[in-house]
Structures are given as structure tokens and as C-alpha cells.
């Protein structure tokens, strides 16, 4: 299954742009990519800080033959993102429930996962936030980046791309399998 890919420059969130996208398009899947946004989303209204060169991304998928939980798939896409960063960081990444991602005991990544109804429709938005470049600095909450930890550039665009690539594997394989269970 291949995801339609949308580039910004800059957005208010990358989450509020795929609902923009979902409700003025056909699109049932996708992934929205920034450059920058101004209000990232984090858990329980949160925000999640955005440096530029980091990655913010939103994947966005119809819910539509997918029999999971909203936590089965959040800790599905934690262990796509986790697996996205174990390429590149040898070392152990830790799931931290509900949806954030460690190293050493600091935040490298998060996730904010939003149901939306569109005609009757649901689709999952799956936001992800990677520092890969710079981390904020937060009071009793110690985070950390991609560069920093294996002291390298990162490429943001083949970091995304093999992001997306990951998504998109794990995509057809649930269809593939709750279309089989379906049809028996």
C-alpha cells in the first residue's frame, strides 16, 4: 500500500493539516511532512515543541478493515518508529506508555494518535515528533536527539522516507490480514 505524501513548508500541526486533508480530498491515506509547524500537538493538549530539522509528520489511514484497538495500534506505531530509529541507533530505545519513546531515560520521540468520523468514515492520524536534530529543553523531563546520540547529521528526508516505507509495509500487512478474516 503506498502512501500519498504531502510536503509543507510550514503548518499549524501536521495533525490538523491531514484532517484538513482527509475532509477536502479523497484521500484515505497519506503521510503530511513539515519542514516547520508553529503548534505541534502532544499529549493531553500539550505542545510539542518543534525545531526546525526535526522530523514532525502525520501518517493518516481509514480505520476501515482494521479490527485493533486504539492501544494495540498505538503500540504498533511506537514499534514502527522504535524499529525507524533502531537503523540508526544501536542501542536500546525504550517504550515508555502510552506513546513516547526513550533513550537513556530521555524523550527522543513522541506520538499523538487522533480518531476522526468524516461521512461516517473513521480514519486514524498517527502525529510523530522526532528530536533528530535539536531537543527541547524541559523542566523534570530530560530529552535527547538522533544526532547528538550517534554524533552524525541526520537526513531528515531519508530518515521520513524509510519512516513511510516501515508505515506503509505494516499498512498492507493489517489490511491483507483483517481482509482474509473478513472474507472467511
Not at 513539515?34 to 510539542?48: C, E, I, P, R, V
Amino acid at each position: 500500500m503506498k502512501l500519498k505524501k504531502f510536503r509543507f513548508k510550514k503548518v499549524y500541526s501536521t495533525n490538523n493539516t491531514a484532517i484538513r486533508i482527509i475532509k477536502n480530498s479523497n484521500y484515505k491515506f497519506g503521510m503530511v511532512t513539515a519542514d516547520t509547524q508553529s503548534s505541534g500537538k502532544g499529549q493531553h493538549g500539550k505542545k510539542w515543541i518543534s525545531f526546525k530539522g526535526n522530523l514532525f509528520v502525520s501518517f493518516f489511514y481509514e480505520l476501515k478493515n482494521i479490527n485493533k484497538s486504539l492501544p494495540a495500534l498505538t503500540k504498533i506505531n511506537c514499534l514502527l518508529v522504535k524499529k525507524t530509529l533502531g537503523k540508526h541507533y544501536k542501542n536500546k530505545i525504550i517504550f515508555k506508555k502510552p506513546n513516547d519513546l526513550l533513550i537513556d531515560k530521555k524523550k527522543i520521540s513522541g506520538i499523538l494518535q487522533e480518531i476522526i468520523s468524516i461521512s461516517g468514515n473513521k480514519f486514524l492520524i498517527v502525529g510523530i515528533g522526532i528530536n533528530l536534530i535539536k531537543n527541547p529543553n524541559i523542566k523534570n523531563y530530560p530529552t535527547t536527539n538522533l544526532s547528538e546520540l550517534i554524533d552524525e547529521r541526520i537526513n531528515k528526508i531519508k530518515f521520513e522516507n524509510e519512516l513511510k516505507v516501515i508505515f506503509e509495509k505494516n499498512l498492507t500487512r493489517m489490511y491483507k490480514i483483517n481482509y482474509k478474516v473478513k472474507k472467511n
